[in-house]
């Protein structure tokens, strides 16, 4: 559905929900939207305090002695903790981005249900009072 960064690239047929979403294509009422919005925030929050614990534990350098091979083996846990792009800060990482996006989808989506909302209702009016 999302592909993080601005590398994403439609293919075939497949279009990205924030592109239907920015076209009017998809219209979301707003009290289901609301519930999916509050949950995607609730996820976000739990990403969040993932990543701030991980900053504490999972990152923190091992304790494996003042050697060569020591200082090799923190190195490599403490990069295969928060840097490398697959590390578990890294995907947690784009995982709160695709959140972001997932939610900002929806809130649009809530726009657009509303504002087509409205509009029928001024359509509706001027053909009551025509």
Same mark, same amino acid.
């Given at each position: 559905?999302?592909?993080?960064?601005?590398?994403?690239?439609?293919?075939?047929?497949?279009?990205?929900? %924030?592109?239907?979403?920015? !076209? *009017?294509?998809?219209?979301?009422? &707003? @009290? /289901?939207?609301?519930?999916?919005?509050?949950?995607?925030?609730?996820?976000?929050?739990?990403?969040? %305090?993932?990543?701030?614990? !991980? *900053?504490?534990?999972?990152?923190? &350098? @091992? /304790?494996?002695?003042?050697?060569?091979?020591?200082?090799?083996?923190?190195?490599?846990?403490?990069? %295969?903790?928060?840097?490398?792009?697959?590390?578990?800060?890294?995907?947690?990482? /784009?995982?709160?981005?695709?959140?972001?996006?997932?939610?900002?989808?929806?809130?649009?989506?809530?726009?657009?249900?509303?504002?087509?909302?409205?509009?029928?209702?001024?359509?509706?009016?001027?053909?009551?009072?025509?």
């Amino acid at each position: 559905m999302y592909i993080v960064g601005d590398e994403a690239k439609v293919k075939g047929d497949v279009v990205p929900l %924030r592109d239907t979403v920015s !076209s *009017g294509q998809v219209q979301l009422d &707003p @009290a /289901a939207g609301e519930e999916l919005r509050k949950q995607l925030q609730a996820q976000i929050d739990q990403v969040d %305090r993932w990543l701030e614990q !991980s *900053g504490h534990s999972i990152a923190r &350098p @091992a /304790a494996l002695g003042a050697n060569p091979v020591g200082d090799a083996m923190r190195d490599k846990f403490t990069d %295969r903790a928060a840097g490398e792009q697959y590390s578990f800060v890294g995907v947690m990482t /784009a995982y709160r981005t695709v959140l972001e996006q997932t939610r900002t989808s929806v809130v649009e989506a809530i726009e657009n249900f509303t504002r087509l909302d409205e509009e029928t209702q001024t359509e509706l009016r001027k053909l009551t009072n025509s």
